[in-house]
């Protein structure tokens, strides 16, 4: 099968580009790297000549309100050049309860995203992860200092990068959902514990410190993003992970 990847290059990209090159399929991956411009359309309809898939993995360049014209513009392009080219699927990476926190921009940009894909005019599915492992030193990095790093209070269910890119390999391989699949990790935290078991696990003595304020994820109320009783869970533990990477 040949499956067209945008965003091909990034983390999970490039990590989806290598598994479902392994398990046999001819995986394309599509970025500016390789002459393909999202915003404008350039490149699209030769990255995407003879795919029966489109993985959709591109991230927008911001996370602030630029971020809602990056996504329109670029799911509107690519839904008009997937229907010219035939594509009979069309997957779409995004978050879980994605659609729970309209005070983010970059979480409605990525809300919007999904309606267009929705009402798009190709059998389409929404794979929606949790939190990547990888991520967690840079939200700590945002509210921090020599000796301090303040977190919120935030329920989250985070997943290893490899975990996300299985699931996303998974549900492009198989029969278009046309809904969400929801996935995270084993285990549910409180965003300052998670915090507090990886300063731990890397040696830092900082304190961590509970401040409702802090951060993008202040904003978040209750356990939007937690997986839900519907969400397959991924294998890989958090404490585990961090093992292996130190």
């Given at each position: 099968?040949?499956l067209?990847v945008?965003g091909?290059t ?14 046999g ?12 411009d999202?915003?404008?359309g ?6 995407l ?7 959709n993995v ?12 990056f996504?329109?513009?670029t799911?509107t392009?690519?839904l ?6 035939g594509v009979?699927h069309?997957?779409?990476l995004?978050i879980v ?7 983010l921009?970059?979480y ?6 999904e309606?267009l894909?929705?009402?798009?005019p190709t059998?389409y ?5 949790t939190?990547?492992f990888?991520?967690?030193?840079a939200?700590?990095s ?16 985070p997943?290893a990068?490899a975990d996300?890119?299985?699931a996303?390999?998974d ?7 046309n809904?969400i699949?929801n996935v995270a990790g084993p285990?549910?935290?409180?965003l ?5 078991i990886?300063?731990a ?6 304190n961590?410190?509970v401040?409702d304020?802090?951060?993008?994820f202040?904003?978040v ?7 839900g009783?519907?969400a397959h869970?991924?294998p ?9 990477a130190?």
């Amino acid at each position: 099968m040949k499956l067209t990847v945008i965003g091909g290059t990034g983390l999970i990209g490039s990590q989806v580009v290598q598994k479902l090159t392994a398990a046999g399929h001819e995986a394309v991956p599509a970025a500016p790297s390789t002459g393909v411009d999202l915003l404008t359309g350039e490149g699209l309809d030769r990255a995407l000549e003879g795919a029966e898939v489109v993985v959709n993995v591109a991230n927008s360049p911001t996370f602030d309100e630029a971020s809602l014209d990056f996504f329109r513009t670029t799911m509107t392009n690519l839904l008009a050049a997937g229907a010219r080219a035939g594509v009979r699927h069309q997957v779409v990476l995004s978050i879980v309860g994605v659609d729970q926190v309209p005070q983010l921009d970059y979480y409605r940009a990525k809300t919007l995203q999904e309606e267009l894909l929705r009402q798009g005019p190709t059998a389409y599915s929404i794979v929606r992860a949790t939190q990547f492992f990888e991520f967690v030193n840079a939200i700590m990095s945002w509210t921090s200092d020599d000796s301090t790093v303040r977190l919120p209070a935030t329920p989250v269910q985070p997943m290893a990068a490899a975990d996300v890119v299985a699931a996303v390999v998974d549900v492009a391989t198989g029969a278009p959902l046309n809904g969400i699949r929801n996935v995270a990790g084993p285990d549910v935290f409180t965003l300052d514990d998670l915090g507090r078991i990886t300063l731990a696990a890397q040696g830092d003595d900082r304190n961590v410190v509970v401040d409702d304020k802090a951060g993008m994820f202040a904003v978040v109320d209750g356990d939007v993003l937690t997986g839900g009783p519907d969400a397959h869970l991924a294998p890989t533990h958090y404490r585990e992970w961090l093992k292996a990477a130190h």
